[in-house]
Structure formats: structure tokens, C-alpha cells
């Protein structure tokens, strides 16, 4: 079976020499990954303390900052809190997921009007904003090279601004993106 990797090669070489490809929507998703994404176990172990936590505390009125993760190493002692300084720890698009239905992605809420539940029932799942979050604070972990960092994920307009990597060879499969959310999602890393 062939790899994520060697079939975007794959396909990449192809559309370069010239070749006439259609990619169905599902094949074009299965072709994305998050820009920044856990690599080790601790990542991952944070990714998903991070959105279990937005999941149970989502509507913690701020000021409000939550300790998610931390993990004592010899030297070093590694922090992960969630907090919001004015609304809710989580803004109201933060659990929406996105879509591709004929080569345009949507963000579609949890609970859509008609519209959007055709998207949702006919188009192919990318991710959802909480899974995007939790993946980046995940890799954010791993790659804290200061003492404290702030990663937010406020107002998104486009598959880059969630974390999502658009290979340019696919980019020409993406019409439109109707994305404009407010999820509303602030971690702090810290090594102490």
C-alpha cells in the first residue's frame, strides 16, 4: 500500500508533466494534513488533554485559565494551560468542522441549517477547529524553545489560518473557502 506521502508525489509529479487529473473531494482531504501536528507521545498525550478540556469547559466565562497538561522531566518542568480573557474559553465556532463539497470548503457548526447539512452529509470531513488547536499546541510542546509562548487560533478565514496544510499542486482542486469562524482558542506553553 502506498504511503500519504509517495501518492502526493505521486500526484504532484503528474499534474507537472502535463497530465489531466480529477480528484474526487475524499481524495483531495486524504491529501491534508495539519501544518504542525505531534510527533512524539507527550504531543499527542497533550493534543488530546487539550481537547478534552475545550470539549468539558468550553463555556468557562473568562477570565478563566485552565492547567491541561504538565509533565516533570529532571531539569525541566513543562506547562500547558487554556484561558480566554474576555468571552468564553472557547469562541462560538470553535467545535465546527470543515468540509470539502464540490472543491469548496465550508465550516460547518455542530448543529446546521439545511444548507449546510447537505455539506455535511455529501462532503468529505477535514477536521474540525478543536482537533487543528489540539494538534498545534501538541507540536507547539515539543518545538518550545523560550521559557513561555502564546498560540492562539481567533478568527479564521482560510485552511492555513486552522492549521491546515494545502499542498500548492492541490491548491487548484480548492475552488472556494467559505470559512469566516470565530474559535476563539488561547494556550500558554511553559517551561518552568
Known amino acids: 500500500m502506498w504511503s500519504k506521502h509517495e501518492i502526493s508525489e505521486l500526484v504532484k509529479k503528474a499534474l507537472e508533466a502535463g497530465a489531466v487529473l480529477e480528484l474526487t473531494d475524499s481524495q483531495v482531504v486524504s491529501l491534508l494534513s495539519f501544518e504542525k501536528s505531534p510527533a512524539s507521545d507527550v504531543g499527542g498525550n497533550v493534543m488530546n488533554r487539550v481537547k478534552e478540556a475545550v470539549f468539558l469547559h468550553a463555556d468557562k466565562k473568562a477570565p478563566v485559565r485552565l492547567k491541561v497538561f504538565e509533565?516533570?522531566?529532571?531539569?525541566?518542568?513543562?506547562?500547558?494551560?487554556?484561558?480566554?480573557?474576555?468571552?468564553?474559553?472557547?469562541?462560538?465556532?470553535?467545535?465546527?468542522?470543515?468540509?470539502?463539497?464540490?472543491?469548496?470548503?465550508?465550516?460547518?457548526?455542530?448543529?446546521?441549517?439545511?444548507?449546510?447539512?447537505?455539506?455535511?452529509?455529501?462532503?468529505?470531513?477535514?477536521?474540525?477547529?478543536?482537533?487543528?488547536?489540539?494538534?498545534?499546541?501538541?507540536?507547539?510542546?515539543?518545538?518550545?524553545?523560550?521559557?513561555?509562548e502564546t498560540i492562539e487560533m481567533s478568527r479564521i478565514g482560510s485552511l492555513e489560518q486552522a492549521n491546515i496544510m494545502v499542498p500548492k499542486f492541490l491548491k487548484k482542486f480548492i475552488k472556494t473557502e467559505f470559512i469566516d469562524a470565530d474559535v476563539g482558542l488561547h494556550a500558554e506553553l511553559r517551561v518552568v
Do not use: H
Not at 107 to 132: C, D, H, M, N, Y
Open 71 to 148: 509533565k516533570q522531566w529532571p531539569e525541566k518542568k513543562f506547562e500547558v494551560f487554556l484561558f480566554s480573557n474576555e468571552g468564553k474559553l472557547a469562541g462560538p465556532d470553535a467545535f465546527d468542522e470543515l468540509y470539502l463539497f464540490k472543491g469548496n470548503v465550508y465550516s460547518v457548526p455542530p448543529t446546521p441549517g439545511k444548507e449546510l447539512q447537505i455539506v455535511k452529509e455529501k462532503g468529505s470531513r477535514i477536521t474540525s477547529f478543536v482537533e487543528a488547536f489540539a494538534a498545534r499546541i501538541g507540536a507547539g510542546l515539543e518545538e518550545l524553545k523560550e521559557d513561555f
